[in-house]
């Protein structure tokens, strides 16, 4: 029986030495093929319709070599979490200071980290720590715009959200909204963290981002532009966090 071979796309690129992830998706609604490059996610998006379009795709990466290799020199430097590692806690450079006979509960000591146990265990110490500082600087800030707008809150939450860094669900329903945030805001400086937590508080009031949702962000937060722009330009690299490549 003789079969059409399906065109492939490729699953990864080598670009400049470094392996760049391919993803193909299938979208029910797209009409053509897309490209995009991920400097979030760090890989090479291509949306497909539902059906067919391989070889289009497999041609817009061949034509465009230039423009994804241009894009992937732009992406932010992995960090992993290892020893000696910089990595960002609220907007400042904090290195990892890891000694076996550290105690293994991370402690912020001016800028080095300090933790101990066994090395396979680092990564996941440091992600829990951050985790557990971030929403212990997001639960009460959020709580204390929710009383000031007298507004009711059922749970506060962190995730690791890759589209937005906050959202606010169910403000109409009278068990209270739930808000979560990305946890990696703990490595944006305090007041860009704050922004978010304003711009979720708002919409406690307005579910919408009309006119009035704005000034009333303005009203909680004066720096609500600025710190749009903070994270258009440095936002991305904040998903690099802990990871390897
Ligand atoms: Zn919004």
Redesign the pocket.
């Known amino acids: 029986m003789l079969r059409w071979r399906r065109p492939q796309l490729p699953e990864e690129l080598i670009i400049a030495g470094r392996p760049v992830p391919v993803v193909a998706t299938r979208r029910p609604m797209a009409r053509g093929v897309r490209l995009r490059a991920s400097a979030i996610k760090g890989r090479i998006e291509i949306s497909l319709p539902p059906r067919g379009g391989e070889d289009v795709g497999a041609a817009l990466l061949k034509a465009h070599h230039a423009w994804i290799e241009a894009q992937v020199a732009k992406w932010p430097a992995p960090i992993p979490y290892a020893p000696g590692a910089i990595i960002p806690v609220d907007g400042a450079p904090v290195r990892i200071d890891w000694q076996a006979d550290h105690p293994r509960t991370p402690v912020l000591a001016g800028d080095a980290l300090r933790v101990g146990g066994p090395l396979s265990l680092l990564s996941g110490r440091i992600e829990r720590w951050l985790k557990a500082r971030a929403i212990a600087d997001l639960e009460p800030a959020t709580r204390r715009l929710a009383d000031q707008l007298g507004r009711p809150l059922a749970r506060i939450s962190v995730g690791d959200t890759s589209s937005r860094w906050?959202s606010?669900a169910g403000a109409r329903s009278g068990d209270g909204a739930r808000i979560a945030y990305s946890w990696r805001l703990v490595c944006a400086p305090e007041w860009v963290r704050f922004a978010i937590v304003a711009?979720?508080a708002?919409?406690l009031v307005h579910q919408d981002?009309s006119p009035a949702?704005h000034a009333l962000n303005r009203q909680l937060d004066p720096r609500a532009g600025e710190a749009r722009r903070w994270l258009a330009r440095h936002g991305a690299a904040l998903h690099w966090v802990g990871r390897e490549a």
């Open positions: 906050g606010c711009h979720e708002a919409h981002h949702f």
